[in-house]
Every structure is written in structure tokens, then in C-alpha cells.
């Protein structure tokens, strides 16, 4: 465990907290949905390869 300062416009969450994060209304843009969307396709492709 560890204390930060985390800038205002920052959020910390657990990794099993993403896919409901990801769903909720207004919290990201379509711009930011598409981005995490194409890097978790790339990222799922590298790891399918080994």
C-alpha cells in the first residue's frame, strides 16, 4: 500500500473494476472508448500469441 497526491482530474480503481467502469454513462467520451478499445484488441492479440 502507498499514499499519492493524485492530480484532480485522476481516479485509482482496481483492475476488476474496469469492465464496470467502462459502462457507466458519460465517464468517457466515444473518442476514449475507441481507444481503449482498439489497445485491449491489440493487447489480447499479443498475448494469443504465445
Given at each position: ?23 457507466e454513462p458519460r465517464l ?23
Amino acid at each position: 500500500m502507498s499514499s499519492q497526491v493524485v492530480p484532480n482530474d485522476c481516479c485509482v480503481f482496481g483492475l476488476t473494476e474496469i469492465p464496470k467502469l467502462l459502462k457507466e454513462p458519460r465517464l468517457f467520451s466515444v473518442k476514449t472508448l475507441l481507444e481503449v478499445g482498439k489497445v485491449a484488441t491489440e493487447r489480447a492479440y499479443e498475448l494469443s500469441q504465445y
